[in-house]
C-alpha cells in the first residue's frame, strides 16, 4: 500500500481557485493509476478526476468538467487538482486515491489506498 497525504485545503468564496496536492510515500509512483474523490456531509464519497498511470489521460466527473484540473508529476510523486470556478456545491472533504490494478479508473472498489482528506469549504 501506498502512504497519501493531502494538502491545500481551505475557504474561499464562490467563484474562486484552489490546488490541492497530493504526496505518495510510494516508490514507483508511476505504478499507481490516481484519482480524486470527494465526500459531503450525508452523503456518499464520490469520483472528481482520475489520472493514468503516465498522466496522459485524464477523467472528469460531468459536475467538475471544465473547472478542474488533474495532472501528476511522477518524478516528485505527487497528484494535483487545480480547483476553478469553485461553486458553493464543490464544498466537501477531497481524498486522493491510488490504485496499483488499472492504468486509469473512475471506480472507487478499485482503489486501496486513500489519504485523510483535506476540506474544501466555497462560500456563496
Known amino acids: 500500500q501506498v502512504q497519501l497525504v493531502e494538502s491545500g485545503g481551505g475557504l474561499v468564496q464562490a467563484g474562486g481557485s484552489l490546488r490541492l496536492s497530493c504526496a505518495a510515500s510510494?516508490?514507483?509512483?508511476?505504478?499507481?493509476?490516481m484519482a480524486w474523490f470527494r465526500q459531503s456531509p450525508g452523503k456518499e464519497r464520490e469520483f472528481v478526476a482520475a489520472?493514468?498511470?503516465?498522466?496522459?489521460?485524464?477523467v472528469y466527473a460531468d459536475s467538475v468538467k471544465g473547472r478542474f484540473t488533474i495532472s501528476r508529476e511522477n518524478a516528485k510523486n505527487t497528484v494535483t487538482l487545480q480547483m476553478d470556478s469553485l461553486k458553493p456545491e464543490d464544498t466537501a472533504v477531497y481524498y486522493c486515491?491510488?490504485?496499483?490494478?488499472?492504468?486509469?479508473?473512475?471506480?472507487?472498489?478499485?482503489?486501496?489506498?486513500w489519504g485523510r482528506g483535506t476540506q474544501v469549504t466555497v462560500s456563496s
Open positions: 486515491a491510488a490504485d496499483q490494478t488499472h492504468w486509469i479508473t473512475t471506480n472507487l472498489a478499485d482503489f486501496g489506498s
Open positions: 510510494a516508490g514507483t509512483f508511476s505504478a499507481y493509476a
Open positions: 489520472v493514468s498511470r503516465t498522466g496522459g489521460s485524464t
